[in-house]
């Protein structure tokens, strides 16, 4: 492979920072135009992106200059790490956000903040590109920063609404809990490493990792997981990722599909040869990734907001990853690498498919979200219609489509993991990894289930659309002027119930051609992604996979996994592609349950109660003791030079030159006192 084009990987991330700067600047000039530096800048970016991978780099890490030095005890570079796993999540994360970013120029048209809100779409890829060819700890923990900055920025984008800016305060704050084990961990790195390097190549390299106690790796291990748990929206850091639904909906996209959640799951993947050396962490892992899946997935049962359930979708769909990650034992390390790191792959452009699909919807329903205010729209949004079928399909993990390949490749590393994990852990790990596998396998099967519902809520039975003095509907005299009128897009005035523009559609058929199509061209059947993945630093260090390059079959779960797609879509048909009495009447035989899922089983209230309302308390109690017995104390202390020198002492000051000369006398005195005295 070229070493200039290796050599220049960095210009991956700086083209889109490039359209980002000159749409900043020049906003003002391009007016309507202010999109097109930000979507050349990131497709110039996937073409490079796409070329390294077509080379498929062995591995090469690149350093450009030193960027902190302290003595002899921190030098950290930038670095940069060209190789398989870095060039393949380069060219999804372009791909899919040069798509968004065409869909949301025609999303967002007529929105008084379009420049801004391209300028931070642009940063927003700079930052994810650039966590993605960090080379080592310290430079990742840079742009994962930044990736949180900018998130909490363009989720808040419409600050002047209260639940927007609300949706950008908590998710800024619960990925600062989060953020907090990166640092740890980083620390504990820079302890234990060799000469205490943070490069991945000497940490996960196999005398960087001989170097580690078990102590250490599981340590680290949980510390990174604490991290990606709250980037990748796990349980119980996953409640701030629903709430984002507050952003515009290419932002929404763009978080779920590419960037944002995708980020912890990158990091716990790079990490994996770290990790798979602590059967205790993978296990917390795995157990961790399925609570949060099928918690996610009884969530979405049940809400009515067509944004949100693809949300709590996401927020599933991670734990299906996690659970991949976790399922790393012996030797299945490196079929459940691949396949969480897969699903991660193909789930991107589906589930950016789901998200502009329900975007167009919004958009054709005048800001309407909710699915019971709307119905039987495959006549007037034709193309909306079919797109978002073939990324249910997907999601739902229906043969061929691109979901299939990746889910089922995570159950096989379950079901594999059953049968390892013993040998691995200790006595009855097997039994716990087998449990997992069938709640995977049941939430495959909600999964499908609430995909179908919220398709045939929002596209068959009897056509409805929202009424104008819908509460949920954009006032059409006010949000083009001033910015303050809107719900999520930047169209007003327009007439509901058509499909949206070709600017629009397009990005969908795209993403649709691939939701069938990619699962194929780089999954088993090729080993294009596996052959990826091998290049990566310590993929070599794992125990060598019994299923490699797609040549054996986990018939069992291939065929289960499908069958309880298969079951949860056509339950969702017989419940909702008619009008039925069936739902409403299940609703009622298990009112609690239903309800407990309706109010997404009160977690935020209860951390509410049992964080917000003691945290706000204690702060209200240090703004006291801050106000009323710090600031009095300092007012105090500047008071004392007062007090002595004009109150105390000047008065003595008086320029009469009797008055020293008998002080001076009564001084003398008292000093010959004390002399005789003592």
């Known amino acids: 492979m070229s070493s200039a084009l290796i050599n220049n990987a960095w210009l991956v991330c700086v083209f889109p920072l490039i359209g980002a700067l000159v749409t900043a600047l020049a906003g003002r000039q391009l007016k309507q135009h202010a999109h097109w530096p930000v979507v050349v800048g990131i497709g110039v970016g996937f073409l490079y992106a796409f070329t390294l991978l077509l080379r498929t780099p062995e591995g090469k890490d690149l350093v450009a200059f030193s960027w902190l030095s302290v003595g002899d005890s921190l030098k950290v570079p930038i670095e940069l790490r060209v190789d398989g796993?870095?060039?393949?999540?380069?060219?999804?994360?372009?791909?899919?956000?040069?798509?968004?970013?065409?869909?949301?120029?025609?999303?967002?048209?007529?929105?008084?903040?379009?420049?801004?809100?391209?300028?931070?779409?642009?940063?927003?890829?700079?930052?994810?590109?650039?966590?993605?060819?960090?080379?080592?700890?310290?430079?990742?923990y840079a742009f994962w920063e930044g990736v949180g900055v900018c998130s909490y920025l363009l989720i808040g984008f419409w600050h002047e609404k209260p639940a927007a800016a609300a949706a950008a305060k908590k998710a800024f704050l619960v990925n600062r809990i989060g953020d907090v084990g990166f640092a740890l961990a980083i620390f504990w790195m820079w302890k234990v490493s060799a000469g205490h390097s943070l490069s991945y190549l000497s940490i996960l390299s196999h005398e960087g990792l001989a170097a580690l106690s078990e102590f250490d790796r599981t340590g680290i291990s949980l510390l990174l997981f604490w991290a990606a748990a709250a980037k990748s929206a796990q349980f119980p850091l996953y409640v701030w990722l629903p709430d984002a639904m507050e952003g515009p909906?290419?932002?929404?996209?763009?978080?779920?599909?590419?960037?944002?959640?995708?980020?912890?799951?990158?990091?716990?993947?790079?990490?994996?040869?770290?990790?798979?050396?602590?059967?205790?962490?993978?296990?917390?892992?795995?157990?961790?990734?399925?609570?949060?899946?099928?918690?996610?997935?009884?969530?979405?049962?049940?809400?009515?907001?067509?944004?949100?359930?693809?949300?709590?979708?996401?927020?599933?769909?991670?734990?299906?990853?996690?659970?991949?990650?976790?399922a790393g034992v012996g030797t299945v390390a490196q079929l459940a690498v691949?396949?969480?790191?897969?699903?991660?792959?193909?789930?991107?452009?589906?589930?950016?498919?789901?998200?502009?699909?329900?975007?167009?919807?919004?958009?054709?329903?005048?800001?309407?979200?909710?699915?019971?205010?709307?119905?039987?729209?495959?006549?007037?949004?034709?193309?909306?219609?079919?797109?978002?079928?073939?990324?249910?399909?997907?999601?739902?993990?229906?043969?061929?489509?691109?979901?299939?390949?990746?889910?089922?490749?995570?159950?096989?590393?379950?079901?594999?993991?059953?049968?390892?994990?013993?040998?691995?852990?200790?006595?009855g790990w097997g039994v716990v990894y087998g449990i997992i596998y069938w709640v995977a396998i049941l939430t495959a099967f909600m999964t499908a289930f609430y995909t179908g519902r919220a398709f045939f809520m929002t596209f068959f039975g009897p056509e409805k659309l929202p009424s104008p003095n819908d509460p949920e509907a954009e006032p059409v005299d006010a949000s083009h002027d001033n910015?303050?009128?809107?719900?999520?897009?930047?169209?007003?005035?327009?007439?509901?119930?058509?499909?949206?523009?070709?600017?629009?559609?397009?990005?969908?058929?795209?993403?649709?051609?691939?939701?069938?199509f990619v699962g194929m061209i780089f999954g088993p059947w090729t080993g294009w992604f596996e052959g990826q993945i091998e290049t990566m630093i310590g993929f070599h260090t794992l125990n060598p996979s019994e299923h490699h390059g797609g040549h054996e079959w986990d018939w069992l779960s291939i065929g289960v996994g499908t069958l309880a797609g298969l079951l949860g879509l056509g339950l969702s048909y017989l419940f909702y592609g008619q009008p039925s009495p069936i739902p409403g009447r299940l609703a009622k035989a298990i009112a609690p349950l239903y309800r407990l899922s309706l109010d997404k089983f009160r977690v935020d209230e209860f951390y509410g109660l049992l964080i917000v309302k003691p945290t706000t308390l204690l702060s209200k109690i240090a703004a006291f003791f801050d106000t009323n017995i710090i600031d009095n104390l300092v007012r105090l202390v500047a008071l004392m030079p007062r007090l002595f020198g004009r109150d105390l002492l000047a008065p003595y000051q008086n320029g009469l030159i009797q008055y020293y000369a008998a002080v001076t006398a009564f001084g003398v005195a008292g000093f010959l006192t004390i002399l005789l005295l003592f």
């Open 85 to 140: 796993l870095s060039t393949m999540m380069l060219s999804m994360v372009t791909f899919v956000a040069t798509l968004v970013a065409i869909f949301a120029s025609g999303y967002m048209a007529g929105d008084p903040g379009y420049t801004r809100f391209f300028t931070l779409f642009g940063l927003f890829v700079f930052s994810m590109t650039g966590l993605v060819l960090s080379g080592n700890f310290l430079l990742t």
């Open 249 to 326: 909906t290419p932002v929404s996209a763009l978080i779920h599909a590419a960037t944002m959640v995708t980020a912890g799951v990158y990091l716990i993947a790079r990490s994996s040869a770290l990790i798979v050396g602590s059967p205790t962490a993978q296990l917390v892992i795995c157990v961790t990734g399925c609570v949060t899946a099928l918690l996610a997935a009884l969530i979405a049962l049940t809400q009515t907001d067509l944004k949100r359930v693809m949300a709590y979708s996401t927020v599933s769909q991670l734990g299906f990853m996690f659970m991949g990650l976790g």
């Open 338 to 427: 691949v396949a969480a790191l897969f699903h991660l792959f193909t789930h991107a452009f589906f589930k950016a498919l789901l998200f502009l699909a329900s975007g167009s919807v919004m958009h054709a329903m005048g800001g309407v979200i909710d699915m019971r205010r709307f119905g039987g729209l495959w006549r007037r949004l034709p193309i909306t219609c079919a797109t978002f079928a073939l990324g249910g399909l997907a999601l739902a993990g229906i043969p061929p489509m691109a979901g299939f390949w990746s889910k089922d490749e995570i159950l096989t590393a379950l079901n594999k993991a059953s049968s390892v994990a013993n040998q691995q852990g200790g006595p």
């Open 483 to 516: 910015g303050h009128g809107h719900d999520d897009h930047g169209h007003a005035g327009h007439e509901v119930g058509h499909e949206s523009p070709a600017i629009m559609t397009y990005p969908l058929i795209v993403l649709a051609f691939c939701a069938v």
